[in-house]
């Protein structure tokens, strides 16, 4: 027999989040502790919450597991990236690149143009996590010769790579927050662009000035030329070490899965390196396993090469089971649907709506290490209470689109930040204050709703036949389950 559940309190839950939050900070940030081990106490600490509340062990395990579930395909995606990285080290598919804009990119300008070519590359194939780990890359290698600091630089790449991956129609992210909230992806697309653009063109500004400001003094042409000779003895430079690049993003183009768009990348990747580059094969899937490494007296190149591998993903595929499991344990346990749906109690306007989904979407966040969670928790819960105050559903899909998808980089134990912080090799700390997008995307958001700028709403005809909807909705509901009795 189920042991017997109590509904957890307002009160009970606050106090469970905040000992939560203190415990992973205290742990993090005092005693250093690594986030892969702080994810996985967490169950630990969360067991006795759920065990008041009725809960058995077996039952928070599975609650723990039934969000796990929904990250299998996110981890076979970053197995798949760690050796794309270690395969287009090999080829060198990074190497040309950087090679290449070594040659053609202003200093000045070259903050701007990471913005942009990021930018450029996330928008058709709708993916951050690719574009920074091909064009970002790239271009973290070529602001280093340029004697940019990294956190700069890699502010720029994370922007470009976040607006495409939050803007493009072909991306899983505003697909997967339109569902949710029920919204038309277009129309979801076409609401997010005002201030989507007002972000991309004050970031863009931003960008060119630090550029100018920053590259005119520090320039090293001595450190240009010997990053761009020591390439050239590295590795063949040439057209040929592109095709696999090129491969992956039209097959993304083209709407095939990112992971079976990365492995056939790998595939021709290692083609390049064996022929091309003139490694041998197993040499080239053990670099694929464990990692490139190539010697050089480089210091910038030997950080910037000796990378990748599937083995590089094991820590952060542990961070994503772990955080995964203890979202779903608070989401099990229905601990964060008492907080959000007391917030909602006394929500009226567009004001309130605005700053509820605000903060609702980045606590859910910052407590779970996919975004997906926040998409589905808060837009599950928030879109009603738009639609109950004649306020469309586009105005809430929009908010948590931005704040889910381009505020994880904020969160340094969130495997979004993880990530970037370990492709480009920057402590994320360093990143954050550079990812200028997001920063402005969030001002603009709150903006518009705190100023009712942009915002849908039902008209007189559009409200009645939304009432007339629900009202069958409910009627059907209803003599389906007469009928069952």
């Known amino acids: 027999m189920d042991n017997v559940k109590k509904a957890p309190t307002l009160g009970f839950s606050v106090i469970t989040l905040v000992v939560l939050v203190l415990f992973i900070a205290i742990l993090i940030a005092i005693a250093k502790a690594p986030i892969v081990v702080v994810m996985m106490f967490a169950w630990l600490l969360l067991i006795p919450f759920a065990r008041h509340l009725g809960y058995s062990n077996d039952e928070i395990e599975h609650h723990a597991y039934d969000l796990i579930k929904i990250g299998v395909g996110l981890l076979a995606l970053m197995i798949a990236i760690g050796a794309m990285i270690s ?148 590795f063949n430079i040439g057209w040929i070490t592109i095709i696999p690049m090129i491969v992956v993003i039209a097959m ?40 490139f490494s190539i010697q050089t007296d480089n210091a910038i190149l030997a950080s910037l090469l000796n990378r990748g591998g599937m083995a590089s993903m094991y820590e952060l595929l542990a961070v994503i089971v772990g955080s995964l499991g203890m979202g779903g344990i608070l989401k099990g346990t229905g601990m964060l649907d008492v907080i959000v749906s007391s917030m909602g109690k006394s929500l009226k ?89 997001s920063l402005f995307l969030f001002a603009a958001d709150i903006i518009f709703g705190l100023f009712n700028i942009n915002i849908t709403k039902y008209n007189d005809e559009e409200w009645a036949q939304l009432q007339a909807e629900e009202a069958a909705a409910t009627a059907k509901l209803e003599a389906a389950e007469a009928a069952t009795v």
């Open 349 to 437: 306007g567009v004001r309130s709506l605005t700053l509820t989904t605000t903060i609702a979407t980045a606590v859910a966040t910052a407590l779970v290490g996919t975004y997906y969670f926040a998409m589905v928790f808060v837009g599950t819960l928030m879109t009603p209470l738009f639609k109950k105050n004649r306020i469309k559903p586009e105005n809430a899909s929009r908010i948590i689109n931005d704040f889910a998808n381009c505020g994880v980089v904020f969160v340094p134990w969130n495997i979004g930040a993880i990530y970037m912080a370990t492709t480009l090799g920057v402590p994320i700390l360093q990143i954050m204050p550079w990812v200028l997008f």
């Open 252 to 291: 993304l183009i083209f709407k095939y899965s990112a992971l079976w768009s990365i492995l056939i990348g790998c595939v021709v990747g290692i083609l390049v390196s064996v022929f091309y580059q003139g490694y041998g094969l197993g040499e080239v899937l053990t670099f694929m396993s464990k990692g």
């Open 87 to 234: 395969i287009w080290l090999c080829a060198g598919t990074v190497p040309t690149l950087i090679y290449w804009g070594l040659l053609i990119i202003s200093p000045k300008m070259f903050l701007l143009v990471a913005f942009i070519v990021t930018s450029l590359v996330a928008m058709p194939t709708g993916t951050s996590w690719g574009t920074v780990a091909t064009a970002g890359v790239a271009m973290m290698g070529v602001g280093l010769g340029l004697g940019i600091p990294a956190g700069m630089v890699a502010g720029a790449i994370v922007s470009g790579a976040y607006f495409g991956d939050k803007f493009s129609p072909i991306s899983d992210g505003p697909i997967f927050t339109a569902t949710v909230c029920e919204v038309p992806l277009m129309t979801h697309i076409k609401h997010m662009a005002p201030t989507t653009f007002i972000a991309w063109g004050l970031a863009a500004i931003v960008y060119m000035f630090l550029g100018i400001k920053y590259a005119g003094t520090t320039l090293d042409l001595a450190a240009v030329d010997g990053l761009k000779t020591a390439l050239i003895g590295l």
